[in-house]
């Protein structure tokens, strides 16, 4: 079994974005890059599927907090 091709490339990231993922390798007993390379495909498969961001679905729920009985009565 051949191991998969990876390429090298270079960005950027915050230091708790950073420190959170050493953190879960750490955790998991894995490496860095292998992480990294979960994150990205998770991400990759997320927005492919097109589904909501999270502050988005966080700004639905408090708006129907907020306006509910306003949403009822719209819908009737």
Excluded: N
Excluded at 35 to 58: C, S, T
Aim: no cysteine.
């Amino acid at each position: 079994m051949t191991a998969p091709v990876r390429e090298k490339f270079s960005s950027q990231a915050t230091p708790e974005v950073l420190h959170a993922l050493r953190a879960i390798a750490d955790s998991e007993g894995r490496q860095f890059q292998s992480v990294l390379d979960e994150a990205l495909r998770e991400y990759i498969e997320r927005k492919a599927k097109g589904q909501p961001r999270r502050h988005v679905l966080a700004a639905l729920a408090s708006s129907l907090d907020e306006f509910d009985a306003l949403y009822r009565e719209l819908a009737k």
